[in-house]
């Protein structure tokens, strides 16, 4: 693993070729999701049993779905993550998006993963293999917002490289990795990665609770007066 590379802007890219050796070989991911589980063998005759009271049905109904992914997210928004922003690059496109739901997989050997829903980067991940993960400073909640598409912003972010993959130039950690494993989870796929380059700098991480962003003291606040 190395030092992070020289800072380019964006409109200054000379995007690394295949011939250049900095692309990854083209891989053949598993993106689609599996097969669905073969449907299940015929219940025994029924010797006249009910569901018990309290039993979750096995196809709830579309409002009760609702109302737990909502519940989930009330209470996953309980726990306060940091930010990322993961990027990659395809021909001369560097492509960016925000994502929280980023985790350490393995030390020996080092693996990371991001879950992502339907989104840009999970069509063009299977063309790049790689991603780069940044995690965020407390003062970068505007790339936060914009790489989320929250907002209609003017920023224009910098990358630094490493090996043709770009990374978000002040964060506070950068990772590059390339995608080892992809599973289907629901509605999310997971983009396992092995990491291949790792860098950090100390600071004041920003962080995500309660569908908000804010810095270490901000979050303590709300955390201490909700009703803020
Ligand atoms: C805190 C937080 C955490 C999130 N965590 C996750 C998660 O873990 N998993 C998940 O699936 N979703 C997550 N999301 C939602 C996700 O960030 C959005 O759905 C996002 O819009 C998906 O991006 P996309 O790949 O579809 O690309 P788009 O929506 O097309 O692009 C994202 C935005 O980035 C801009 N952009 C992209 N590349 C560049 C570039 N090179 N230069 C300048 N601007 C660029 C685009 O203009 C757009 O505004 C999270 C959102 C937030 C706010």
Known sequence: ???????????????????????????????SPPAPPRTPPAA????????????????????????????????????????TVVTTIHRDTIHGMTAN??????????????SLGRCRMSEMLPRTGRYGVSVLAHDQEQFAAHFAAQRVSSVEPEFVWHEGLPLLDGALAHIACRVVDVHAAGDHVLWIGAVEHVH?????????????????????????????
């Open 200 to 228: 950090h700098q100390d600071g004041e991480p920003l962080l995500f609770y309660t569908g908000r962003f804010g810095t270490l003291g901000e979050v303590r606040d709300r955390a201490q007066h909700p009703e803020r």
């Open 101 to 114: 739901a980023f985790l350490s997989v393995s030390l020996r050997p080092p693996l990371v993963l991001v």
């Open 44 to 83: 025994p005759p029924s010797a006249g049993l009910t569901t018990p009271a309290g039993v979750a049905k096995l196809t709830p109904k579309p409002a009760a779905v609702e109302e737990s992914a909502r519940a989930l997210r009330q209470v996953m928004g309980r726990f306060a993550t940091g930010v």
């Open 1 to 31: 693993m190395t030092e992070r590379e020289g800072v380019a802007r964006l409109t200054r890219v000379a995007p690394p070729t295949a011939s250049s050796g900095l692309m990854p070989p083209p891989r053949r991911l598993r993106t």
